[in-house]
């Protein structure tokens, strides 16, 4: 459906996108994760038309970015972060502004604005300037301006932002509805909702790809480590470090915390168990116990090792 | 869907927006109430009853008036964001500047049509040579393209509207006065810039005369102008 190849795009001297290559099929819901500047905007508003690459192309059901792309823009339905829609009209208006644009036959027109307006929550400000509204409900216009046009490529770019956690809960039900069928990418920092989401997940850092598939592949490639939590009592930081040292397979340990209670993270980069060992090595001292939790990687910690260990 | 649609929907969109906030009102206003005033002060002094001295005002009027209609039509957008969903939605840059050119020429007819009240209160007080007046409404619709072309050109430079109305101002300004500030120039020059001056062709059409020189002269501007604002918006691809 969507193939990118060797994608690069730098504004001015900075690499904001470093040779990308990805090939996303159709019925697939793909999140593009990565920390703030990685360049999951960059790559969708290439996608989109909205920004030129430097080097590389990508070709949309046969259609290239190059010289096809009036044709590439009828195929998607791109939501901009923050949803910058016209400030000036009415949500109605605005609406019928893009089907005209977007071509769609008079008769189904209406109905399928009416539609829109259900799935989208917007039923009660159709006849309301979208300068008035909220932030969540701008994000809602934008989201219907996306969905509108029933296109095969769906692309937002943090769709959930602004809206409230009731809200947040419908629009994930309708990306994952509209999935099923359609291509959708939509871009997030937001892990949980990508691990909600998504069929596939790639993580971008600093204009790469890091990691690139499901949410259980992410974690199974990282199933041998897994972290051990502790919570201590009457434990000087400084002898924690010296203590937990000598373990083999604990890769790093953390401890923060004050008025005496401090947390303890041990990163295991081994198969084997080492609760026993710890409890033993805690045991020799005279501090208060008070958890100890095996935890397994999170894509919250694969997302924060990816991202962060390339910084060094 | 044909290129032209898709030029008309965004023309409908720009031209529909003009009446939405008070800005239009107030800059038809302020044109009738100026050209009204320089127009009709004087009018009685020279007791003829010809349109001569209303249109010779409006290269220099236009020269203000146009870059404020035409300031917001890239700088807004760029501003609000809502330029990243125009330009990813199904229609081609040359859509979106022909629809945002046409709005704009559409205004200033729109603009003009209240002067038509001029010709025909002269019309009663003498004979008034109708065949000038036309040629002065052709001559203001020409020069009313070419310096909305400038100004949409100077919009798409910048995100400020503030900037972006005196770019346009300037230009519009230069091309009207151009052939006036050099008057120091050898003669062989002076002709060169009469032919950049937009007043010069301005007042052959207002004259009555339709020559194509002239006629290629506001073409020229408003493609060159339509030109680079194409540039523009590729370079900020």
Not at chain 2, 215 to 236: D, H, R, W
């Amino acid at each position: 459906m969507i193939e990118i190849s060797g994608l690069t795009r730098y504004y001015g001297d900075l690499c904001a996108l470093d040779k990308i290559s990805l090939t996303i099929e159709r019925g697939k819901i793909l999140g593009l994760l990565g920390p703030n500047g990685a360049g999951k905007t960059t790559a969708m508003r290439i996608l989109t038309g909205f920004l030129a690459p430097t080097e590389g192309t990508v070709i949309v059901k046969g259609h290239s970015i190059d010289d096809g792309m009036l044709k590439i823009k009828k195929l998607i339905g791109y939501l901009p972060e923050s949803a910058p829609v016209y400030q000036d009209m009415f949500v109605y208006d605005y609406l019928q502004y893009v089907a005209d644009i977007r071509e769609m036959p008079a008769e189904s027109r209406e109905d399928r604005i009416k539609e829109i307006a259900g799935i989208c929550g917007l039923e009660d400000v159709m006849h309301r300037s979208i300068h008035e509204l909220s932030k969540g409900y701008k994000q809602r216009v934008g989201l219907a301006h996306a969905m509108i046009g029933d296109p095969e490529i769906l692309i937002l770019d943090e769709p959930t932002m602004g809206l409230d956690p009731n809200q947040i809960v419908e629009i994930r039900e309708i990306i994952r509805k509209i999935g099923r069928e359609k291509t959708v990418i939509l871009s997030s920092h937001i892990l949980s909702e990508v691990e909600a989401t998504c069929d596939r997940v790639v993580i971008i850092n600093r204009g790469r790809i890091v990691a690139d598939g499901s949410t259980e592949e992410l974690k199974r490639t990282s199933a041998e480590d897994y972290s051990i939590s502790l919570l201590l009592k009457g434990a000087p930081e400084l002898e924690i470090k010296q203590l937990f040292d000598g373990v083999a397979g604990i890769a790093s340990v953390d401890a923060s915390g004050e008025d005496g209670m401090i947390r303890v993270r041990l990163s295991c980069r081994t198969g084997d168990d080492l609760r026993e060992q710890v409890y033993s090595r805690v045991k020799t001292k005279d501090w208060a116990l008070l958890e100890l939790i095996r935890e397994s990687k999170s894509l919250e910690s694969i997302f924060s090792e990816l991202t962060q260990e390339k910084e060094g | 869907m044909t290129a032209a649609a898709s030029t008309m929907h965004i023309f409908r969109r720009e031209f529909r927006h003009y009446f939405v906030t008070p800005i239009a009102y107030i800059v038809i206003a302020i044109f009738l109430v100026l050209t009204g005033w320089f127009f009709f002060s004087t009018f009685f002094l020279y007791s003829q009853a010809e349109l001569r001295n209303f249109f010779s005002l409006l290269p220099i009027i236009f020269s203000f008036i146009v870059p404020t209609i035409t300031m917001r039509l890239f700088s807004e957008e760029y501003n609000v964001g809502s330029y990243e969903i125009l330009v990813t939605m199904p229609v081609t840059d040359l859509d979106i500047i022909l629809g945002k050119f046409l709005a704009a020429m559409a205004f200033i007819a729109v603009m003009l049509l209240p002067t038509v009240s001029y010709a025909i209160s002269v019309s009663f007080l003498g004979d008034l040579d109708w065949g000038p007046v036309i040629g002065g409404y052709v001559g203001a619709l020409l020069l009313g393209a070419a310096f909305c072309a400038v100004g949409l050109f100077a919009s798409a430079l910048t995100k400020n509207q503030i900037i972006a109305f005196i770019i346009g101002m300037i230009i519009c300004f230069s091309l009207t006065m151009v052939d006036k500030v050099l008057f120091f120039l050898p003669e062989s020059m002076l002709g060169f810039f009469q032919f950049i001056g937009a007043d010069f062709h301005f007042e052959n059409v207002a004259r009555g005369i339709l020559d194509t020189r002239d006629i290629l002269y506001f073409v020229s501007v408003v493609f060159v102008a339509l030109y680079g604002t194409f540039l523009v918006l590729q370079e900020k691809k």
